[in-house]
């Protein structure tokens, strides 16, 4: 390897460390929460500032989790693993909910995390401060190891060039997810004279999961077999490119198509598409295709299917090794990523269906009965929301119709909205466009996720639709900061309930007739009374304004949005919805 070397002048450990990171070539965004352990990467970040302005840009975030949701949601929209700088133990511990987030939905960034001085006395850079003993950890990587993908504790500063592209090509190796790095202070801080640079042939990823020939031949002779098929799928669309892949498979084979909207999958408008109630059709599917689908519908029994019904499973890991309990077997499980095998699916189909003209007119009768299941579909999503536009206090569905009329084609939500389910009710075409809760669902994301999409999205309009306890999870005040700091203009809108409707929904749905439904009293959910969320963004300069009347939203959005877009300053609003208990 050592031909394919470049050597670079350095400093010190921290110089180093920073010139392998550089050298990757995607991270453009340091997301950084510095402690005691960080002192010679800060003179390193101050020297390159002063030598190179475009060098990686460190943004100051005052919350661990927000951080790492910046760069989750940074490279939802770019495909490109950013930063994130944290201090030894306080800093991994908090930032462990946006891992479990980034793990859950395959986004790989740069967990980096100082490690605790070990020496004591003995080197310059050794303990010094009295929180140096109580902060180290037996094993610090132990806190987010069931989490990433890879954890290392660097222990030289020789080798940096290995272990960095090492934790690259692991990040973005399929199935893609975080890695963490440890940094301890003595080797930050040691004197080095160069590090060695590995060249970019040396940075490549492994290829990509393509599913096996013959199995595809199986799932094609099945699909075309199949009277009544049905794909559902849940994330395809974190690959955008993939979503007009499905849409040709599904075109050719006149199959419906059913999504739960983690992303946009699947055109809502497209007359194959039969909306998010995939146990509805599934019901009478004589096959059923599952395409990057973890949890299709609960519980997971047969019995509600058909009998003889057969299951085609596409997924990077069809057993999903990582989740200890998953019940959904399929009769054909295939290893693949949608987004290279189902080109290879759609082609073998073609090729057969070319073989079988006379296959054309039974598609030609599905592909009418599905367009008819798919207007009725969208009539009823839409009368959903008239029938609720003129409610008071607002209705959640009515401001989501709201928001959806006010994208325009570059606007991207990052959705946090539970039970309010901001998705289901609009009309999403664009893929890219909505980034719903990641999968593991540890609240607290959509804020950071929303400054990164946008960091990652300069020509975008981002907006953060929240649940109020989602919100308050974001660490709100960390983010309009970073957001005030480095002018990074995005819209918050708030589904402001005043409860935590989906702990009180759980509730009612295991006791209906409990003392806590009878007596409309769910201790340990209620969020009233309300904070005046406009004030917290208020004092990062944010435009915020309260709505009440159902028939102001669209004028509040149109305000807002303008001081977005044009003033380049973020906005709030705080939208008081309909309290379940009220
Ligand atoms: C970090 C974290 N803590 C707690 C939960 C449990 N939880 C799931 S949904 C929810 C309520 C969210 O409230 P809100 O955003 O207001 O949405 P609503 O349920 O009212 O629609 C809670 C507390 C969680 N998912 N993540």
Redesign the pocket.
Known sequence: MADKTTITTVSNGAEAFLAQIKALGCVRYMFANTGTDHGPLIEAMAKTAREDPRDIQPIVVPHEQAAVSMAHGYYNVTQRPQMVLVHTLPGTANAL?GVINAASCNVPLFLVAGRTPITEGELRAGKSQNIHWRQESRDQGNIVREFVKWDYEVRTNQNLAAVVSRAYKIAMSEPRGPVYMSLPREWLFESMESTRLLASEALAPASKMQADQAVLEKAADWLIASENPLIVTKYLGRNPEAVPLLVELAELLAVPVAQQLSYVNFPTDHPLYLGVQAIKYARHADLLFFIDTDVPWEPPSRDVLRDGVKIIHLERDPMFTAIPGWGFPADLPVTGCSEISLPVLTAIIRAKLAANPAMHGKLEERRKKIRGEHNQVIREMDESVEAVKEQKPIHPAWLSKCIGDAMDDHTIIAN?????KLAEVIHLNRPGSMYNTPLA????WGLGAAIGMKLGRQDATVIAA??????M?CAPTACHFTAQKYRIPFLTVI?N?Q?????L?AARGLYPDGVAARTRNFPGTD?SPSPDFELTARACGAYAARVEEPSEIPDALAKALKVVREERRQALLNVICKNPLS
């Open positions: 909910g946090e909205t539970i039970t309010s669902g540890h609240l607290g929240e649940g109020d306890g989602s919100y999870f589904y309930n409860v935590w409707n989906a702990s929904n969020l």
